[in-house]
């Protein structure tokens, strides 16, 4: 029965909700940074991590330490790299705040040397090597994680692949700082949780944005496959989500389905006259990224105003059952919390429901936060 553990990314709550709709059992947390399964198959996990924008590494148990004893954990490590061969590159990280005696790394490369193995080590920082060294270097990354005060030694399989996501983020031809920008990351899990809502093995699944910006929603949905559309109420955005999702066409070799139009999400929709959408995923306006306090009770009741005008317009055009997952704007003063709950309180009038606890995802120092709702429509 393999075991496996998840390292999660910069919001861990966000990245293990995302895990649950990837994975066909439910990991278990076992800290603010690392979840646990155990399954009785092996997992895809290359397509898994491919998949994820959330999940930052994966390590599968090699063996259970039953002592934290020095000899005993270099005693492991070797009988597990003795296996390999050729000249051997390691490294090995204790994760978690675990009061361990110190692993003598020379120790362990003299006792593979006496048994015709040669090795380097290469040390690492106390959450273990960084992508870029794993994704460009054949490192053997070993590490020793505490599961339930029991010390488990294991093998990174997967990570990130940060240049691909650094690609997507910074390689496309168009963004907008002003707007402020959505990592494409957080994107990616937007549809993945979305996509676990909705029930993912529905083919031919439409996604729509009804406040593109530069695209980055709709860009992730098409490299999953579905069918997208996008809208903004600014003609720039609009030439340079379509910019964009060209780019990532050509890019990524993609045979995609889309439709971007200049369109006001407070308006009418004058597109199919039946339901076709089955996700809505997006981050509309949040507001000017610096406001003033006194500017702040104004800016909430306009967004409130045009947000609710928007879940009215997509009554007439969500499937039974759609799947919203959308960003709203969150700000904590010293004397007061300005947020949008009041209006998901007034949702269910129109036919929409709650179904998983929000999200806050911020980037550090930021006046804005972004919470993250989900929801379903039952029309």
């Known amino acids: 029965m393999p075991t496996y553990f998840f390292k999660l990314g910069n919001t861990p709550k966000l990245s293990l909700l995302e895990l649950e709709y990837l994975l066909?059992?439910?990991?278990?947390?076992?800290?603010?940074?690392?979840?646990?399964?155990?399954?009785?198959k092996e997992l895809d996990i290359k397509t898994i991590q491919q998949q994820s924008g959330g999940l930052v590494k994966t390590f599968l148990q090699v063996t259970k330490l039953q002592t934290n004893s020095t000899t005993e954990i270099e005693a492991k490590i070797i009988d597990y790299l003795s296996s390999k061969s050729g000249k051997v590159i390691f490294s090995i990280s204790i994760l978690g705040n675990q009061n361990l005696p110190k692993i003598n790394f020379s120790t362990i490369k003299k006792e593979l040397l006496a048994l015709g193995l040669k090795s380097r080590y290469i040390e690492s920082k106390s959450q273990g090597l960084s992508a870029a060294v794993l994704l460009h270097q054949n490192v053997e990354e070993l590490v020793i994680i505490n599961d339930s005060n029991k010390l488990i030694l294991a093998k990174t399989i997967s990570i990130q692949n940060i240049d691909d996501w650094t690609k997507?983020?910074?390689?496309?031809?168009?963004?907008?700082?002003?707007?402020?920008?959505?990592?494409?990351?957080?994107?990616?899990?937007?549809?993945?949780?979305?996509?676990?809502?909705?029930?993912?093995?529905?083919?031919?699944?439409?996604l729509y944005d009804p406040f593109c910006g530069s695209g980055t929603i709709l860009m992730e949905a098409l490299l999953k496959g579905l069918t997208v559309e996008g809208a903004d109420l600014d003609q720039k955005s609009v030439k340079g989500t379509l910019?964009?999702?060209?780019?990532?066409?050509?890019?990524?070799?993609?045979?995609?389905?889309?439709?971007?139009?200049?369109?006001?999400?407070?308006?009418?929709?004058?597109g199919s006259i039946t339901p076709f959408v089955d996700i809505i995923a997006t981050e509309p306006f949040l507001g000017k990224l610096t406001p003033k306090e006194k500017e702040l009770n104004n800016i909430f009741k306009g967004l409130y105003r045009t947000y609710l005008g928007s879940f009215k317009n997509w009554t007439k055009i969500l499937k039974q059952n759609a799947t919203i997952v959308i960003i709203l704007p969150l700000v904590e003063t010293k004397t007061k919390t300005y947020n949008l709950n009041k209006l998901i309180d007034k949702l269910h009038r129109l036919g929409y429901t709650t179904v998983s606890e929000s999200v806050i995802y911020s980037r550090p120092q930021a006046i804005i936060k972004r919470q993250i709702i989900f929801l379903k429509f039952k029309g």
């Open 243 to 270: 910019d964009n999702i060209n780019w990532l066409i050509n890019e990524y070799k993609l045979s995609a389905k889309f439709n971007i139009t200049k369109r006001d999400a407070t308006e009418k929709f004058t």
């Open 24 to 40: 066909t059992d439910k990991p278990v947390p076992l800290s603010s940074q690392f979840a646990k399964l155990e399954t009785k």
């Open 168 to 206: 997507r983020d910074r390689g496309k031809p168009y963004a907008d700082i002003k707007k402020g920008m959505l990592p494409p990351k957080v994107a990616r899990i937007m549809v993945n949780i979305a996509q676990g809502l909705n029930n993912a093995s529905i083919t031919n699944q439409v």
